[in-house]
């Protein structure tokens, strides 16, 4: 799957960046600031190897929390166990696995 840029939810647009030291700074493979509309992802780096499959689930699954925020489902959004299972189905639904 190639990750865009940028792209809209309810007519906001979100930005998508990469950090090589999210992992570090937030101990997570990605971050949805709700604040900034914008979705960072971390980056491979020597310490942390990242695949191709991983980087897509975890943009996937920061998208959900996004789509949930925006949608005022504040509190699906920050319940990781359904935002999780929701996004690993629709990893499964887009056929992207490796």
């Known amino acids: 799957m190639v990750i865009p840029k940028e792209f809209k939810l309810f007519n906001q647009i979100i930005k998508v960046k990469y950090s090589r030291t999210l992992i570090d700074k937030k101990k997570a493979f990605g971050v949805w600031e709700y604040n900034k509309n914008t979705i960072t992802l971390q980056q491979s780096t020597r310490e942390?190897?990242?695949?191709?499959?991983?980087?897509?689930q975890t943009f996937i699954h920061e998208a959900v929390h996004a789509s949930l925020d925006l949608m005022g489902h504040h509190e699906l959004s920050n319940n990781e166990i359904?935002?999780?299972?929701?996004?690993?189905?629709?990893?499964?639904?887009?056929?992207?696995?490796?």
Request: a negative charge.
């Open 48 to 56: 942390h190897k990242l695949t191709e499959n991983q980087i897509t």
């Open 82 to 98: 359904f935002v999780s299972t929701f996004s690993n189905l629709m990893h499964q639904l887009i056929g992207d696995d490796e």
